[in-house]
């Protein structure tokens, strides 16, 4: 009798517990793949020697990637945060848009040091949807280009620049 009752127990707990068990949400797979050197462009507020809240775009082209979605991604993404020709810092939000026509959207801190010469810097970013869900993007930055920027710094109307990617990868 005891028995009979512990096999209806767990058969309706069974029944209670399948439509939880099939609500949780899907994680997706985790990229492992990477992407070679490239350039990133980007767009701001004008900027000077003073730091000053700053808006920006920094959008990339990247072909050639492996173990992703497809060889070619575009990064395109918008920062809010602080920032001057010395150095800016802030929040980045933006998409990962693959060849293939997914699309992973990342968010994080994002860092870029200034100054002449400019030091390099690895940004990591989480990856919030999308292929590679739950995992991290690393965008390993080469100094800035720093030398065109000189002038436009110095009476602070640096508006635009660029920024050499060393390579992207994911974990």
Not at 69 to 91: E, Y
Not at 115 to 143: E, K, S
Request: proline letters at 8%; aromatic letters at 4%; charged letters at 10%.
């Amino acid at each position: 009798m005891a028995i009979r009752k512990i096999c209806a127990v767990s058969a309706i707990a069974t029944v209670i517990a399948a439509p939880l068990v099939a609500a949780q949400p899907a994680v997706a797979e985790p990229l492992g793949g990477w992407c070679p050197k490239s350039v990133m462009t980007f767009e701001t507020n004008p900027l000077g020697m003073t730091t000053v809240p700053m808006q920006a775009g920094f959008n990339a082209d990247i072909g050639g990637c492996t173990d992703a979605p497809s060889s070619d991604v575009a990064f395109r993404s918008q920062f809010n945060g602080n920032g001057s020709c010395n150095d800016a810092i802030g929040n980045l939000e933006g998409t990962l848009n693959w060849a293939n026509g997914e699309v992973s959207r990342v968010a994080g801190q994002w860092h870029v040091p200034g100054g002449n010469p400019a030091a390099p810097v690895t940004n990591v970013l989480n990856i919030m949807d999308g292929p590679g869900a739950g995992g991290r993007l690393h965008i390993d930055q080469a100094p800035v280009d720093s030398d065109p920027l000189v002038g436009a710094c110095m009476n602070g109307t640096m508006t635009h620049g660029r920024i050499p990617i060393a390579s992207l990868h994911f974990n």
